[in-house]
């Protein structure tokens, strides 16, 4: 019950395009959900969350798009760039009372010229 | 720039020595966190202190020992390793109590066990 699943494991996006990850919880105590980006040779870092009162959330070019009834998010990154290019790891976690993040399996974005 | 900082960056040992890793914030955050990640897979968390006291220890084989000296401090010592044990291993930290969970990783320090 505590995983989150993540699909696809690799994507290819040409430059100006949308890319979309897909996340999908089990657990419905879960009640935050950030993206978290890799570059190689780093560690990750945050990139945007959402917390289960909203459906959308847009910073940027990147928003997080949450079904709370289908107990998925995903995040959509418009114009998709190629500084774009890294790992995306989706996450949840419940904010109080256990410090510990649930991360998704990660995908590897590519983005083409 | 990150403001988790972590030495050493690269640490090649041998499977009978002892080393540690070194993790510090300026962020005034109340918990700390080591994860490991080995390539293309997602961090695994290892241990979490929080208050300096350690809250969370995911069953981590006792060749990994935590230790948390102050609220800026985190160490992770090392001792009769695996070469399985390779990995790039993260700290972290984050607000503790009331904690929204954002985590504030430092950049890692490659580990290769010998």
């Known amino acids: 019950q505590q995983q989150v699943k993540q699909s696809p494991q690799s994507l290819i996006v040409q430059k100006g395009g949308i890319s979309i990850i897909n996340c999908a919880y089990e657990n419905t105590a879960f009640d935050y959900f950030p993206w978290y980006q890799q570059f190689p040779g780093k560690g990750p870092a945050l990139l945007i969350a959402i917390r289960p009162d909203v459906s959308e959330k847009k910073e940027g070019r990147f928003t997080i798009s949450f079904n709370k009834s289908a107990k998925q998010f995903s995040l959509h990154i418009m114009d998709s760039q190629p500084g774009d290019s890294a790992t995306y790891f989706c996450a949840a976690s419940k904010s109080f009372g256990n410090e510990k993040l649930t991360f998704g399996t990660g995908t590897r974005l590519t983005i083409i010229p | 720039d990150t403001e988790v900082t972590q030495t050493p960056k690269h640490l090649v040992m041998g499977m009978t020595n002892k080393k540690s890793l070194k993790c510090e914030q300026h962020?005034?955050?109340?918990?700390m966190y080591w994860y490991k990640q080995k390539a293309k897979k997602p961090p695994e968390l290892m241990f979490v202190y929080s208050y300096e006291k350690l809250s969370i220890n995911e069953s981590v084989p006792s060749r990994f020992s935590p230790e948390c000296p102050n609220s800026s401090l985190l160490n992770l010592h090392l001792h009769a390793l695996q070469p399985e044990d390779s990995a790039l291993y993260l700290c972290?930290?984050?607000?503790?109590?009331?904690?929204?969970?954002?985590?504030?990783f430092g950049e890692g320090s490659r580990l290769t066990v010998l």
């Open positions: 962020m005034g955050h109340r918990a």
């Open positions: 972290a930290s984050s607000q503790g109590q009331g904690w929204t969970g954002e985590l504030f």
